[in-house]
């Protein structure tokens, strides 16, 4: 299959539900595949990380977009995402990523893990109170989406009583950062674009008349006392992008990671009785089915990766998805392995761009995972799980679970042979 066509199937319903298939016909071409004029799709892992940590690549700016998406001034989605840091390069990317960071360093992300415990115990219960008599739960509402908004709300001080709302729109936002987008899909993702935005706006007008110890006081009073350290739509559109990147990927990073223990039953039956060894699995379920699978980059400068010359003005799709695959740097890397030495994935990025919350997904994902398959260990899939048709952010719209006999002892089953040799 030729790159072209390739290309086409990935933007397919069908290679948007199940990407990885073709991930491996674009490989057949290399690591860093030509797939038009000035256009290039990387699969490699050494090209990948290299591309997004090298200056001459930055994300797409304003310059750009009036070529390659005119009228995109009138798009509340593509307007709120440009003005974050999410979508700028340096200065303004480092200015803005430095008044957000403080909330994200390594003690204060340490000293969150009790909250998140809590939390976690609390959505138990309440999964447990629904589904206690054998009735499907919903896992994707009841505990992927409220653990990470619950605690990206308190990080920003958002009342508990409105994160209910987060999700929907959201979900219509990050619909402007798949690769190809509809005009019925952008008018949806500009509705949740205005909804969030307005949201925000009244949240920081509160902040002004009532500051808190959070996130949102921060900004706001970085604004007010220097607009030229964050304006106002600056303020706004970061505060939108925290909140959907603090809990969309983390959301889709529990889900795809239940259905693998789920899909694993040796591997979940020693993470129920090894809880240390969480941190080595949940590095390999980001390998392993990515929740973010691409970003772009554009070259301001003419570069040379996987063998191939990038003249300037080159933009490229780096496939994280694809990258995390990649058999030169994991062997056998379609298979889940939790005591796979070495992993470093590439989901949360590279370079300037790396996540800002990457540490927070993580712990989240250290603590939910053996405190579920311990708390609930007949916890199991009630049918099939419905995939959300999107590449960039991928996960499960609905992953319908049943909680099992609470009251069943844990395995009693071994360590699988080969846990003393790598403990994650």
């Not at 070529?67 to 974050?84: D, H, K, N, T, Y």
């Not at 909680?403 to 403990?423: E, F, I, Y």
Request: net charge negative.
């Amino acid at each position: 299959m030729d790159p072209a066509d390739a290309l086409a199937l990935l933007m397919s319903p069908a290679g948007r539900v199940d990407p990885y298939p073709t991930y491996e016909k674009l490989r057949a071409h290399g690591p860093v595949v030509p797939a038009g004029p000035g256009f290039y799709l990387v699969t490699g892992y050494a090209e990948a990380d290299a591309i997004l940590r090298d200056a001459r690549f930055g994300v797409l700016d304003d310059d750009l977009r009036d070529q390659f998406m005119p009228g995109w001034r009138e798009s509340p989605a593509v307007l709120s995402i440009s003005r974050s840091m999410l979508r700028t390069n340096p200065p303004d990317h480092s200015r803005m990523r430095r008044l957000a960071a403080g909330a994200f360093t390594p003690r204060r992300i340490a000293a969150m893990r009790d909250v998140v415990v809590a939390q976690a115990d609390e959505l138990i219960d309440a999964m447990l109170a629904r589904g206690r008599d054998g009735t499907p739960v919903d896992f994707q509402a009841e505990f992927a989406y409220p653990l990470p908004v619950g605690v990206i709300c308190a990080l920003l001080g958002v009342p508990a009583a409105d994160r209910p709302l987060f999700r929907r729109w959201a979900t219509d936002l990050t619909g402007v950062l798949e690769p190809e987008i509809t005009p019925e899909e952008l008018a949806v993702a500009d509705q949740g674009a205005v909804e969030l935005r307005d949201y925000f706006s009244e949240l920081v007008a509160e902040r002004r008349r009532a500051p808190a110890d959070d996130l949102t006081t921060a900004l706001v009073q970085a604004h007010d006392s220097d607009g030229a350290r964050l304006s106002g739509d600056e303020l706004l559109a970061n505060l939108v992008v925290l909140l959907v990147a603090g809990f969309e990927t983390t959301t889709n990073l529990l889900g795809n990671g239940l259905v693998v223990l789920l899909d694993h039953p040796r591997a979940a039956a020693a993470l129920r009785e090894h809880p240390e060894f969480a941190p080595g699995y949940v590095e390999e379920l980001l390998r392993y089915d990515s929740p973010v699978q691409l970003t772009s980059r554009m070259s301001t400068a003419p570069a040379r990766h996987g063998e191939v010359d990038l003249p300037a003005a080159s933009w490229t799709i780096v496939l994280l998805g694809a990258a995390n695959r990649d058999p030169r740097r994991y062997p056998e890397p379609g298979r889940f392995d939790p005591w796979r030495p070495q992993v470093h994935p590439l989901s949360f990025g590279a370079g300037p761009h790396y996540c800002l919350g990457a540490a927070l997904a993580r712990l989240e994902a250290r603590v939910a995972f053996p405190l579920l398959l311990r708390r609930l260990p007949g916890l199991a899939l009630a049918g099939t799980p419905e995939r959300r048709v999107r590449l960039t952010l991928r996960g499960y719209a609905t992953l319908p679970v049943t909680v099992g006999d609470v009251a069943a002892p844990l395995t009693d089953r071994g360590t699988p042979a080969g846990t003393a040799r790598a403990t994650p």
